[in-house]
């Protein structure tokens, strides 16, 4: 759908310097802008690139003028991004309805605008709110319960007792609710623990491909509101995630772990159980954490330390080579003495 220049700029809270009423038909990148494109520029080797494109409006920030383009002036350029990325290509809307395949529990509750596609499973006493949409291939355990215009991509699994909140994305082949890894040693065996808790998920959480939530061993596994969760993630029993979190591609948290608000657990991030990792935490690629994180620190590496700790560390290794070589050095002259 085309919008002029004055149109996006009310949209995304920005202001058109040029020509307000260029039509644009499409957000694309600086290097397949055609005439009637917009496109991004947020800092000034993208500016350059994007005033010698073919676009015909730029998204910037306000510090940037230019005498060869419309811009849109915004006061953040990649949050203004994301705001002109939905206007051009938003959500598919889903139609209201139950595809004949889908195998629906007769005591379920489906609401009469949730969309139902082709081989879904809905178990007893299932509640799926307003605009719930089921894309194919989902399995809905018994009493659970999806609220308003939640989404399940396709091969998604929830099990039994799982409670999902308003506007969830759960992308494709997620299992949220298997069973805890809970065992006990009894002599050569490893004994299972039941595990009759559950999984709650707050608003607007997504939910990556490929990731696995364990259900409560005793009460629930817990995700916070806002929180988004990238691919190929394992969350244990009874892990407990704050409010506007981010855990990036392959994090493993084990078992009764507690993050606050707005924790940042970057790619491949390994939290031990029963560990806190306190608001405002950052914790580096690849770090395995055994401790607990205060608030507001950054830790990194194997086992993960505050990062000042760890990036003398690093320095003081580098220099080893050197330290070698002099010790060396003094060792000889004090052999020939």
């Known amino acids: 759908m085309p919008f002029t220049t004055e149109e996006i700029a009310k949209a995304i809270g920005g202001q058109v310097v040029g020509d307000s009423s260029a039509i644009l038909k499409n957000f694309t990148t600086i290097e397949t802008a055609q005439a009637g494109d917009l496109t991004f520029a947020e800092n000034e080797d993208f500016f350059a690139r994007a005033e010698q494109s073919a676009a015909t409006a730029i998204i910037a920030d306000n510090r940037f003028s230019s005498a060869k383009k419309t811009l849109i002036q915004v006061a953040n350029a990649r949050i203004a991004f994301a705001k002109a990325m939905a206007l051009f290509y938003p959500d598919p809307k889903f139609p209201a309805g139950i595809h004949p395949t889908a195998v629906i529990a007769s005591t379920a509750k489906i609401d009469a605008t949730a969309h139902v596609g082709p081989h879904c499973v809905i178990g007893e006493r299932v509640s799926l709110g307003p605009r719930v949409v089921l894309l194919a291939g989902n399995y809905i355990g018994d009493d659970s319960k999806l609220d308003e215009d939640a989404i399940l991509f396709p091969g998604v699994t929830l099990y039994a007792g799982s409670i999902i909140g308003k506007r969830v994305r759960v992308h494709a082949n997620t299992v949220v609710g298997s069973d805890g890894f809970g065992y006990v040693q009894d002599g050569t065996i490893h004994r299972k623990v039941p595990q009759i808790g559950n999984v709650v998920i707050g608003d607007d959480v997504e939910i990556g491909a490929g990731v696995t939530i364990d259900r409560g061993a005793l009460g629930s596994t817990v995700i916070g509101k806002g929180t988004k969760i990238d691919n190929l993630v394992q969350i244990a029993h009874n892990v407990q995630i704050g409010e506007g979190c981010l855990l990036i591609a392959q994090v493993g948290i084990a078992g009764s772990s507690r993050l ?40 990194m590496w194997i086992p993960a330390q505050p990062d000042r700790d760890i990036k003398r560390q690093i320095l003081a290794i580098q220099r080893l080579p050197d330290l070698l070589k002099r010790v060396a050095e003094l060792e000889r002259k004090l052999e020939g003495k």
């Not at 935490?281 to 205060?294: L, N, R, T, W």
Request: avoid cysteine; charged fraction near 15%.
């Open 260 to 299: 606050g608000n707005q924790v940042i657990l970057a790619g491949q991030v390994g939290v031990g159980g029963h560990l806190k990792i306190g608001d405002n935490a950052i914790v580096g690629a690849k770090s395995g954490v055994m401790h607990d994180i205060p608030d507001g620190q950054k830790w």
